[in-house]
C-alpha cells in the first residue's frame, strides 16, 4: 500500500480533506503530504489542510473546509449552523467557528473566529464538528430576528435536528425575547 492508500478513506470520509495531523496518527509523514501535493494527487488547500485532487463536491464542503482550516477543538457556531440546514436566513458570506485554542495563522476573510465556551455541547452533523442546533438558535438570539429564528425552530423539528420538547422550549424562548425586545422600544 502507498501513502496515498493510507490516507485516502480518511479524507473521502471527511469531504476530502486531511490535515498533517491526521496523516500523521495514519503513520504518513508530513513530508510525503507535500510531494504528493506537488504530484498533483492532493490540493494545498492552507496550513497543515490537504484535500484529494479527486473529489466530487458536496454543498456542506465550504463547512468542512472551514472547520479543518481553524484546526483541532474547532466546530461550527451559531448562524452557521442554521445555514448548514437552510433553517433561517443568516449571512452566508460568512462562517462562523468557536475554537478553544488561539488562532494565529491568517485565515480567508470568510471565516469568523468565535472563542468557544467551555459548556457547549458539541455533536457532528453531517460528520462536521458543530454546536447543537438548539443551541445555535439561542446563540442567535441576539443576531437574528425572533420572526426568522421561531420557523427555524419549526423547520429543525421537521427535519429531526431538535426533539419536539427541545421544539417547545425553544418557541417559548424565542416569545418571551420578543416581548422583552418590544417592552424595550
Known sequence: MTYFDDIYDQAADNYGFITTA????????????VKMAKRGKLDHIGYGVYRLNRYYPTEFDSYAQAVALVGD???LYGESVLGMFNLAF???????????ARVR??????????????????????CIPSQTVADAIRACKKTVMAERLLPAIENARLQGLVSEREAKELTKEMRNARKATKQQA
Open 22 to 33: 491526521e496523516a500523521r496518527a495514519l503513520s504518513v509523514p508530513s513530508i510525503e503530504m
Open 105 to 126: 495563522k491568517t485565515l480567508s476573510k470568510h471565516i469568523k473566529i468565535i472563542p468557544a465556551k467551555p459548556d457547549t455541547k458539541v455533536t457532528r452533523y453531517e
Open 90 to 100: 443568516v449571512n452566508p458570506s460568512r462562517i462562523m467557528i468557536a475554537t478553544p
Open 73 to 75: 477543538g474547532a466546530y
